[in-house]
């Protein structure tokens, strides 16, 4: 017979994809016992030997004394307690042989200096190696004597890589992050709903864009080997690639220029917007950089809408005092021209991403041109090909936190 707690705890085991199979083949002998199964019948199910299945259940039945199942139903530190016994009943017993060489307390105290920084201990490196550990820890006394291998395995049974870093970014917190994530992914859905009066586009920039030459030619490939590429290039200027992708056929848009200032922002959009044969709402999801939220903009904006009123002076007054209320002017859902800005820090939330990767392994990463542009013809057949043969629309599985509001204002 089995507790609750024990039946819970078991049946964990057993769901858990991440639970060693070991133990799971264990947890499931003792649930089927639990359930009224004999000892062949199980090691039929379950495709073990008889004498384990037997092994198992006497061991659970050695372990746990009626006693014990009774006092295991208190949701008190028992049940904790508890835990730590039906590990100790899954796991493997001691096995015979030399004993450790090393005892807890000293493991811990390695642990423990493992993750300190070396510059603590007057060493002018950033990272520990296990040679640098060794050394410490003999220096330190913890041990008598240690290898360079028995320190890594240390290491390697506490899962700590002290020779290794990642980069993380400091969230600088956005106020409408989730507001505006939910306005963005409300955006796709939309997108594919009312294509004939609404659209919608990503747009962004891949700026430095690099022509590069490679000095050789690359080597074709072989049987048992793939192309080869020559690793050393000549650098032929920059390009940058102003893109837009209409979010409900994939359509991609692009422009390649030196540069990527107000005025190149300015008339991308327009040319974007003039190109569409039917006047259609427009909806552009683009990224906070000040040339998105410009003063041009505002009043490309306010022309389309035949807005009147007076616009005030940039960085003085009115809607053009500050960024701030330029976004608040470009972000009116009332407007034929809303812009959707992304949070800060989260790009991933644009799908024009989602393409310049596309790109980059489908025609950069590999590709030696001449001059810039070579490069730029290059870019703008890719897009063209794209358009042809693959262009769709990405299926977006995100779900917001929360839902947008009307106005982001």
């Known amino acids: 017979m089995l507790s609750a707690d024990q039946q819970d705890y078991l049946e964990a085991i057993v769901r858990c994809h991440r639970s060693e199979q070991r133990f799971v083949l264990r947890a499931n002998i003792i649930l089927l016992c639990a359930d009224g199964m004999t000892g062949n019948a199980i090691a039929q199910k379950l495709a073990t030997r008889p004498n384990t299945v037997s092994k198992w259940i006497n061991r659970w039945i050695d372990f746990f004394t009626p006693a014990q199942l009774a006092s295991s139903q208190s949701k008190t530190e028992e049940e904790q ?63 008598s004597e240690i290898s360079v291998r028995q320190v890594g395995r ?31 992914c ?43 590429v020559e690793f050393e290039y000549k650098r032929h200027g920059t390009t940058c690639l102003l893109a837009a992708r209409d979010i409900a056929t994939g359509i991609v848009t692009g422009w390649c220029n030196p540069t990527r200032t107000e005025e190149d922002t300015l008339n991308f959009i327009a040319d974007l917007i003039d190109q569409d044969p039917v006047r259609r ?6 990224d906070n950089l000040n040339t998105h939220k410009s003063e041009s903009l505002v009043r490309l904006v306010a022309a389309i809408e ?43 939330i644009n799908q024009i991403e989602v393409w310049f990767s596309i790109l ?28 042809r043969t693959m262009a769709k629309a990405f299926k977006w599985n995100y779900q917001p936190k929360s839902r947008p509001s009307t106005s982001l204002s």
């Open 186 to 228: 409300d955006c796709y859905n939309k997108a594919l709903q009312n294509p004939k009066h609404e659209v919608y586009y990503n747009f962004d920039e891949a700026t430095g864009i690099q022509a590069i030459e490679r000095i050789a030619k690359d080597i074709a490939m072989e049987a048992c080997k793939p192309r080869r």
């Open 306 to 348: 035949g807005d009147t009123q007076d616009l005030g002076i940039k960085d003085k007054t009115g809607i053009l005092k500050n960024i701030e209320s330029r976004e608040k002017y470009l972000t009116d859902s009332e407007h034929e021209i809303v812009f959707h800005y992304t949070p800060k820090h989260a790009s991933w």
């Open 360 to 387: 980059v392994r489908k025609l950069l990463r590999w590709l030696s041109v001449k001059n810039v542009d070579e490069l730029n013809a290059k870019i703008l057949n890719f897009i063209n090909y794209y358009n």
């Open 81 to 143: 307690e508890e835990q730590l016994e039906l590990k100790a009943v899954l796991g493997d017993s001691p096995r015979p042989g030399t004993p450790p060489t090393f005892d807890v307390e000293a493991c811990v105290a390695i642990v423990a200096l493992a993750c300190e920084l070396p510059s603590k201990h007057n060493r002018e490196i950033t990272n520990w190696t296990h040679r640098e550990l060794r050394e410490e820890i003999l220096m330190q006394k913890l041990v």
């Open 281 to 286: 709402r427009h909806h552009i999801i683009c």
């Open 154 to 184: 240390i290491l390697a049974e506490a899962q700590l890589q002290p020779h290794r870093n990642r980069y993380w970014l400091n969230s600088k917190g956005d106020p409408k992050k989730d507001e505006r994530i939910a306005d963005i």
